[in-house]
């Protein structure tokens, strides 16, 4: 469904990312790990048209998207919740997800099975929400554009962890009913309860690739390209 080939991204003169390649199939999740300033966003970025690469090629659907604009690739069916969430804060929660509603599939009742809380909180601006339900109406936001695909970069970011559980459940739903998902992440423990495949990234390059069971477990992986100690699943 999505595939990046031998990306270059440029910030002016500074390179960020280096002939970075990965694939997402359909109905699946994957995951791109790895440190603060590995170029995770700036890969985000690149795919979604915001700083296209300057080499290289990126794809959807069999489409080189990589020449497109923003708004022409998230007609093609991109979705992007992006880090730091950037709800509309003047707007009321229901305005926040109903901004970007197109096409058949989510509706606004549909959504709000997923997030109840959004519903109760209908009324309230997007500023009087909590971090978690701020996330909640970011990745509502995104489903409301009816994609095929969707880009979340760092969900988890700044949340407790009673709220990454609801997301990550919430992840595995979309999973069930066949959403793809390319995942950024740097939380371990989510990245493995939801991911079928991994990237780490690091210094703007994809330094390793594996399923995910092949990453639970691996002290050296998980210290080398990420930064964490062991994580076992379960």
Not at 20 to 28: D, P
Not at 40 to 53: H, Y
Request: net charge positive.
């Amino acid at each position: 469904m999505l595939e990046v080939a031998d990306a270059d991204t440029f910030y002016g003169e500074s390179q960020i990312l280096w002939k970075v390649s990965l694939k997402v199939n359909a109905g699946q999740i994957v995951a791109l790990l790895g440190r603060n300033g590995m170029g995770k966003t700036t890969l985000v970025r690149s795919i979604m048209g915001l700083t296209p690469p300057r080499n290289g090629t990126i794809r959807f659907e069999e489409t080189d998207i990589t020449r497109f604009p923003s708004h022409y690739i998230a007609r093609m069916g991109l979705a992007l919740v992006p880090q730091g969430r950037h709800i509309f804060p003047s707007l009321s929660v229901r305005e926040n997800v109903v901004f970007g509603m197109r096409g058949k599939g989510y509706s606004e009742e549909s959504i709000y099975s997923y997030f109840p809380v959004l519903k109760m909180r209908a009324h309230h601006k997007g500023n009087q929400l909590s971090g978690g339900e701020q996330q909640m109406l970011a990745i509502a936001r995104a489903l409301l554009a009816n994609p095929k695909l969707v880009l979340m970069d760092e969900p988890s970011e700044g949340l407790a962890p009673i709220i990454i559980q609801t997301i990550g459940d919430i992840i595995l739903k979309l999973k069930e009913e066949g959403l793809s998902i390319l995942l950024v992440e740097q939380n371990v423990p989510l990245a493995l309860k939801v991911s079928d495949y991994i990237y780490l990234l690091q210094n703007g390059r994809v330094a390793h690739q594996c399923t995910k069971d092949e990453l639970v477990g691996n002290a050296k992986l998980q210290s080398e390209y990420i930064g964490v100690s062991k994580y076992n699943a379960g």
